[in-house]
């Protein structure tokens, strides 16, 4: 039953980076009926799919009501103890780095901020690192390499003033909908907007897209360098702007030598590319997994922020760089610091100002000096034996790693295993020693940050189910059992955003963008109904862009242009391997599908796990319309439904990352991506591996 539309209770989209507020009305049969809400300024009321069957996934079928320790339901006293015991014994017998939590976009920042503060601050290690270095980690490092720290420039409103927008290495229309809706809404009012998609394959995105650049998978930072050595060919460099800038001439240099061809494509093409980039004065370059999943991402992302540095295309309405982050709270583990390289609020673990002023601020008995395992090194160890005790909370690592066969076995394999989750049955909780029952979507409170830097907040609609509770309770606990007492004695979100809040202020006086000091005041009751709110929010800083002031956050003020170059993906083609795999989501599934496969209308979009293969190889492999395809890698096989399109060039596959050993065990593709990461990032490349193919 639809209760009426005033007494709905105002929360955001578990799932995409745009943040979508949504309008939550419980119905008499534990169900929800889902809007969108007009006035959040992410999306105006608009909704896609996936955000529309929200009420179709609450249902508390196969949902983990009790805390389980070796299978058998226990009380949360028993197993938070067993927890904080193990890993205190751990911590005791093999030092600090002998443990790592593996975190997820899906936490609120709440949660986010005490597993990193546990970590970083008590144990004393940064082995913390989440699932948002799969999806975005070659953002962050490409920011913090152009700007000095990972700041989005711009906001949602320059898509609407832009008279170009470029998606790289980004499907919009199908992972981030409502960003690509209001897109299309805007060419509507004005028709004059231009939309060029930049992907190996022809996506949805393309379908009415003013130009496709089928580039060879790889290719961007050769394609951007080009852009730049024509942006320089053309005397189009902003001089006045320039001055804020450092690189200049080294990165010319460095596009100049670039070799185009490898883009694979014609002259004609790339010259229409670079010429209404170089009319077009409002151009906002979008960029997504494309870019990021790259062992060459964080050039990539350099590349494209070179071209908009070298011509002032930053900082004002309709222009700028964009990444779009894939989860939910991506942004907000990049600020409270869940990555393992990061401490909270963007300041840096190697700088020892920076570690004493968060050290000092927590009271923290000891401080990591150095980053701590990104992912892949970091299952790796676990597989080594190194790690010892793990703790990972709402991710599946055992399905959505790359060499995940590999990384399932490392974690069989770990001594002591801790899985928080709302379900226990994914690939991963499955292989748990203790499993904590986690509060989901609608039964936790919290906030979350957008791609476009707005703080939304999530509220409690439905009841917690059982005994599960909210992910801040679980690590408080668990900080408190192994000694930490009072700093961790929380009692509820709202406290500890404060804290957060106000230790933003510290990163501030730093010189750091992320400051929402502003906020630290807050009441439990102006918490509860704040508002979508984009930071900074502090004494003179209110939202809005970074950068029109040609300031940027590096040691001398200067946005910093990097000399690049492209170089290949890193798996080679070889006879046995031929096909480049690349691998990405459907439109209406979310991450391993704990949630989305549980709308009955979600699941009848794309039903079951297939591969895209071109007429051309089909026909030379001797593969029919929907047979069945062997897919195979150095590193793992998988039996997929032929899709064969021409939306997908010649030897190239591609294959969606949802399913899992739970309801597809065939189908599990990263056990194929190959464990490559890009070298400054660590953000493994997803996107290119090798494989073969043959009809099963
Ligand atoms: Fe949710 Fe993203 Fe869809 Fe918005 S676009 S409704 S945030 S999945």
Redesign the pocket.
């Known amino acids: 039953m639809k209760a009426p539309q005033s007494c709905a209770i105002r929360s955001t989209?578990p799932?995409?980076g745009?943040?979508?507020g949504v309008l939550l009305s419980p119905d008499r049969e534990g169900g929800l009926d889902v809007r969108g809400d007009k006035s959040h300024p992410a999306?105006f009321g608009r909704?896609?799919s996936?955000?529309t069957a929200l009420g179709e996934t609450v249902s508390l079928d196969g949902r983990l009501l009790a805390p389980r320790v070796h299978g058998e339901e226990t009380d949360w006293d028993s197993a938070l103890d067993l927890v904080a015991r193990r890993f205190s014994e751990t911590i005791a017998a093999h030092g600090p780095d002998s443990v790592a939590f593996y975190v997820s976009g899906q936490l609120l920042t709440e949660d986010y901020y005490v597993a990193n503060k546990l970590m970083k601050g008590f144990i004393g290690s940064a082995n913390i690192d989440t699932n948002s270095r799969l999806c975005m980690a070659s953002t962050v490092a490409g920011h913090k390499r152009a700007f000095g720290t990972d700041t989005v420039p711009g906001t949602y409103e320059d898509l609407d003033e832009a008279d170009l927008i470029v998606l790289t290495g980004s499907n919009l229309a199908w992972c981030?909908?409502?960003?690509y809706q209001r897109i299309l809404a805007t060419r509507k009012k004005r028709p004059e907007q231009k939309l060029v998609v930049i992907d190996p394959r022809r996506t949805a995105s393309c379908d009415l897209a003013d130009l496709h650049l089928p580039v060879k998978p790889g290719s961007d930072v050769a394609l951007f360098n080009g852009l730049l050595a024509e942006i320089a060919r053309r005397g189009l460099i902003d001089a006045t702007f320039a001055t804020n800038v450092s690189g200049l001439e080294e990165a010319i240099a460095s596009a100049r030598a670039d070799d185009l061809s490898v883009t694979g494509l014609s002259d004609d093409t790339l010259s229409e590319f670079y010429d209404l980039w170089c009319t077009t004065e409002k151009v906002v370059t979008i960029f997504s997994q494309g870019v990021n999943q790259s062992s060459s991402g964080t050039d990539k992302v350099n590349a494209i922020t070179n071209c908009h540095l070298a011509t002032g295309r930053i900082g004002r309405p309709g222009l700028g760089p964009f990444s779009v982050t894939g989860q939910?709270n991506a942004m907000g583990g990049r600020e409270v610091g869940g990555l393992a390289n990061m401490l909270a609020c963007h300041l840096d673990i190697e700088n020892v100002d920076h570690r004493k002023a968060v050290g000092d601020f927590w009271s923290a008995p000891v401080m990591p000096e150095q980053a701590g395992l990104k992912a892949v090194d970091m299952f790796r160890a676990v597989g080594e034996g190194r790690i010892k005790a793990l703790w990972v909370l709402h991710t599946n690592p055992a399905v959505s790693m790359p060499d995940a066969d590999k990384v399932r076995e490392a974690i069989a394999g770990c001594e002591f295993v801790v899985v928080s989750d709302i379900t226990g049955a994914t690939d991963t909780a499955r292989l748990a020693h203790v499993l904590l029952p986690a509060t989901g979507w609608g039964e936790k409170s919290g906030t979350v940050t957008n791609s476009d830097r707005i703080i939304s907040r999530q509220r409690i609609v439905l009841p917690a189910p059982g005994e599960a509770r909210p992910d801040w309770w679980q690590l408080a606990e668990v900080g408190r059992l192994m000694g930490y007492g009072a700093a961790f004695d929380y009692e509820s979100p709202a406290e500890i955003f404060r804290e957060y809040a106000a230790l933003s202020g510290i990163a501030g006086g730093f010189g750091k963008d992320f400051d929402i000091s502003g906020l630290k005041d807050l009441t439990d009751a102006e918490y509860d109904a704040l508002e979508p709110t984009r930071w900074p929010v502090s004494d003179g800083k209110q939202g809005g862009r970074f950068f029109a002031d040609g300031r940027f956050f590096t040691p001398d003020g200067k946005g910093r242009m990097l000399p690049v170059s492209w170089k290949p993906p890193v798996a080679k083609l070889e006879p046995r391997y031929p096909f480049r795999l690349n691998t990405g989501r459907v439109r209406d599934q979310w991450h391993t599908m704990t949630r989305t496969a549980r709308a009955p209308r979600l699941n009848a979009h794309l039903g079951e796990p297939f591969i895209e293969i071109h007429p051309d190889d089909a026909a030379a492999k001797g593969i029919g319309p929907t047979a069945l395809v062997e897919i195979t890698s150095p590193h793992g096989k998988a039996i997929l439904r032929a899709m064969i399109t021409d939306r997908i060039a010649p030897g190239e596959i591609f294959a969606p990352m949802h399913w899992t050993g739970e309801n597809a065990p065939a189908a599990r593709i990263d056990a194929l991506v190959a464990p490559v990461i890009d070298p400054v990032s660590g953000q493994p490349e997803s996107k290119a591996s090798v494989a073969g193919i043959a009809p099963f």
């Open positions: 989209c799932y995409c745009v943040g979508c999306n909704l896609c996936k955000g981030h909908p409502v960003l939910p």
